[in-house]
Nanobody, 132 residues
């Protein structure tokens, strides 16, 4: 069982930065992969980034590479999404998600982490609005 709580959304001008946080609770994090997704108005939920909790290896969708950074703090059981050079098209509700992986976390990260249906646990979402 994993419980997730996002925070850090808000309104920012184009080119600005925001950092989202996802506080997590779980019995063990060794086999957990966590992800960030977003849903813009009228669009499907979209993969943003994912990270293996054990070693911090991460994976990004192309549209955010070089602008967004996903990380985790083991001491605080919190995942972050640092978003820089924000664009109006980044406007969306951002969700964090987690999955307790029973096979290879590396395989999961690169082959399955982009699919929202692969995650069992979700946060409530936080709104990010980027004005032009």
């Amino acid at each position: 069982q994993v419980q997730l709580q996002e925070s850090g959304g808000g309104l920012v001008q184009s080119g600005g930065s925001l950092r989202l946080s996802c506080a997590a609770s779980a019995r063990t994090f060794n086999s957990v992969v966590m992800g960030w997704f977003r849903r813009a108005p009228g669009k499907e939920r979209e993969f943003v980034a994912a990270i293996k909790w054990y070693d911090g290896i991460s994976h990004y969708t192309d549209s955010v590479k070089g602008r967004f950074t996903v990380s985790r703090d083991n001491t605080k059981n919190t995942m972050y999404l640092q978003m820089n050079s924000l664009k109006p098209e980044d406007t969306a509700v951002y969700y964090c998600a987690a999955e307790i992986v029973t096979t290879s976390t590396t395989t999961y990260l690169y082959l399955r982490s982009t699919d929202p249906h692969e995650y069992d646990y979700w946060g409530q979402g936080t709104q990010v609005t980027v004005s032009s």
